[in-house]
């Protein structure tokens, strides 16, 4: 149940503020600076995956995302351990993907608006069900350090 509450809500949140960049920022428009020289907000769509990868292939990655969900509806309990932690990762993927397949549905492309600088580097814009993602695959993984009998490991602990 954790994990289904997660996703709507990373769902909803996700959807509320790309509603909210369509409506007040320019589509390519100047970036807002929030911390000048590291974080800005503009509004950038994206129609591809991450990086853009998969650019214009809009009906591939509708396909993969639903693949996915489906995938880890059925199997989650094969790769996930019945903790805390693992249904918080469950939630936050389901919910990042559910974000992103809407506005492909929807537009063709995904709204991206969280704009980050580190010195020189320039990394590319994201959204909260990019950053949902990314945080349930490192939770996933960070967790394998600590859980003795989690699926990415080969051996069973007694």
Not at 34 to 46: A, K, Q, S, T
Not at 51 to 65: E, K, P, T
Request: glycine content about 8%; charged content about 15%.
């Amino acid at each position: 149940m954790l994990a289904i509450i997660l996703a709507l809500f990373i769902v909803v949140l996700d959807q509320l503020t790309k509603v909210w960049v369509r409506e007040v920022f320019i589509y390519g428009g100047e970036p807002l600076a929030v911390i000048p020289g590291f974080f800005n907000l503009v509004y950038v769509r994206n129609p591809g995956a991450a990086w853009g990868m998969l650019g214009g292939q809009q009906d591939v990655l509708i396909l993969l995302s639903i693949i996915v969900l489906v995938m880890l509806s059925t199997f989650h309990r094969r790769v996930l351990n019945p903790t805390l932690d693992h249904r918080i990762a469950l939630g936050f993927m389901l919910g990042g993907i559910l974000g992103n397949l809407i506005d492909r549905i929807k537009f063709g492309w995904v709204t991206d608006f969280l704009d980050i600088h580190i010195g020189a580097h320039h990394w590319p814009s994201f959204n909260i069900a990019d950053s949902a993602i990314c945080i349930a695959v490192g939770l996933y993984l960070l967790s394998s350090l600590w859980h003795p009998q989690h699926p990415l490991k080969n051996e069973v602990v007694d």
